[in-house]
T-cell receptor, first 115, second 111 residues
Framework: KAGVTQTPRYLIKTRGQQVTLSCSPI?????VSWYQQTPGQGLQFLFE???????NKGNFPGRFSGRQFSNSRSEMNVSTLELGDSALYLC??????????????FGPGTRLTVL | SQELEQSPQSLIVQEGKNLTINCTSS?????LYWYKQKYGEGLIFLMM?????EEKSHEKITAKLDEKKQQSSLHITASQPSHAGIYLC???????????FGQGTRLTINP
């Protein structure tokens, strides 16, 4: 099976612009989560989507939004970019069939630089 | 909210030596995950632990979850340059479908 893919891998934007990142989960995985990783804050949870519905959300401002499509692919949007939004954005998918805990599989990430 | 603390924050060891990384939780762990990350890349899943006292091994890496389910350790035997990277522990927040992560341990292997 192909792993989690993210596009683009690198992105440079300027303050005030908006950006859309894309994530394709592992085939058959219906849960997609997004994380932001920065040197100062580490890995922080943004939100999770399952069957096109947002199930959980982290403590990020409303400028961060996402959606999931019927094929489980997900997009994340950040509007009115700020310098502090520069980070590695990671997407992870998992198979939630059955109960219990299921490991998340991560994509390679999108490195966003805001100038 | 649940917090995970990893120690040490960084580690430099001679190739061939053994090492241990610890992950301590502020609350009972219901699912503990270990990941490895090469700088600037995605996370590679290593192991998942759920039961108190559980121990899992893969090649030269062994992970354990203590009986009280509040601490986990990752042990690498006979370290190799390929083991270098950042090791992160993550935990399921009870009742929430999200992972919280420790701050990571940067491992350097000197030849």
């Amino acid at each position: 099976k192909a792993g989690v893919t993210q596009t683009p891998r690198y992105l440079i934007k300027t303050r005030g612009q908006q950006v859309t990142l894309s994530c394709s989960p592992i085939s058959g995985h219906r849960s997609v989560s997004w994380y932001q990783q920065t040197p100062g804050q580490g890995l922080q949870f943004l939100f999770e989507y399952f069957s096109e519905t947002q199930r959980n959300k982290g403590n990020f401002p409303g400028r961060f939004s996402g959606r999931q499509f019927s094929n489980s692919r997900s997009e994340m949007n950040v509007s009115t970019l700020e310098l502090g939004d520069s980070a590695l954005y990671l997407c992870a998918s998992r198979n939630l069939a059955g109960s219990g805990h299921n490991e998340q599989f991560f994509g390679p990430g999108t490195r966003l630089t805001v100038l | 909210s649940q917090e995970l603390e990893q120690s040490p924050q960084s580690l430099i060891v001679q190739e061939g030596k053994n090492l241990t990384i610890n992950c301590t939780s502020s609350k009972t762990l219901y699912g503990l995950y270990w990941y490895k990350q090469k700088y600037g890349e995605g996370l590679i899943f290593l192991m998942m632990l759920q039961k108190g006292g559980e121990e899992k091994s893969h090649e030269k890496i062994t992970a354990k979850l203590d009986e009280k389910k509040q601490q986990s350790s990752l042990h690498i035997t006979a370290s190799q340059p390929s083991h270098a990277g950042i090791y992160l522990c993550g935990a399921d927040s009870q009742g929430a479908q999200k992972l919280v992560f420790g701050q990571g341990t940067r491992l350097t292997i000197n030849p």
